[in-house]
């Protein structure tokens, strides 16, 4: 079956430093990504539609200037928290689909904290 | 009011019980749904693919639709300690690479020994 690659798997950082999220469809071109953000206890809150070639479309409330989203190949989607603060302490996660809507391949999430 | 709801849980039950999970929702365009699983600290694993109303078994999954009340279950028969996990129903109206999916909150699933 289709495989979605998320790296790293969890990460800490400093506030005021940037992270780099990465997304790779390992058997399948995906030429759309969704990234989603996962708060403890809570479902899962889209925060912005990666596009191949293109800008990403942001879901309402999201900053695309924190939360740059870069899709340069058909394989492989970034998401990058600039300037993190605690509260950008998330569970991050990525999917794609090689097939529609039955066809949706999550990553396996990166786990953000910020100190 | 939320487009998909769905009970938090916890739902705790016995192993080798029948656990009955369930989503509603609003938008009448919804028209294929699914259901994922999601242990903890990981991504969503999807379960069962349903396109519109009716039922659809595999193994010990059966997922219902009922578009007339906006309303679908998953079914577990004979349930493990290893089914312990958060459900989360998901549903779109497009079934292109790009549709975007609506999540329920998901339900805790835990089963004793």
């Known amino acids: 079956g289709a495989v979605v690659s998320q790296h790293p798997s969890w990460v800490i950082c400093k506030s005021g430093t940037s992270v780099k999220i990465e997304c790779r469809s390992l058997?399948?071109?995906?030429?759309?990504m969704f990234w989603y953000r996962q708060f403890p206890k809570q479902s899962l809150m889209l925060m912005a539609t990666?596009?191949?070639?293109?800008?990403?479309?942001?879901e309402q409330g999201v900053e695309k200037d924190k939360f740059l989203i870069n899709h340069a190949s058909l394989t492989l989607s970034t998401l990058t928290v600039t300037s993190a603060h605690p509260e950008d302490s998330s569970f991050y996660i990525c999917s794609a689909s090689s097939q529609g809507a039955n066809g949706y391949t999550f990553g396996s999430g990166t786990r953000l904290t910020v100190v | 009011q939320k487009e998909v709801e769905q009970d938090p849980g916890p739902l705790s039950v016995p192993e080798g019980a029948i656990v009955s999970l369930n989503c509603t929702y609003s938008n009448s365009a919804f028209q294929y749904f699914m259901w994922y699983r999601q242990y903890s600290r990981k991504g969503p694993e999807l379960l069962m693919y349903t396109y519109s109303s009716g039922n659809k078994e595999d193994g010990r999954f059966t997922a219902q639709v009922d578009k007339s009340s906006k309303y679908i279950s998953l079914f577990i028969r004979d349930s493990q300690p290893s089914d312990s996990a958060t459900y989360l129903c998901?549903?779109?109206?497009?079934?292109?690479?790009?549709?975007?999916?609506?999540f329920g909150t998901g339900t805790r699933l835990q089963v004793t020994l």
């Open positions: 058997d399948f071109q995906a030429t759309t």
């Open positions: 998901a549903m779109t109206g497009h079934t292109g690479t790009a549709s975007k999916l609506t």
């Open positions: 990666s596009n191949e070639g293109s800008k990403a479309t942001y």
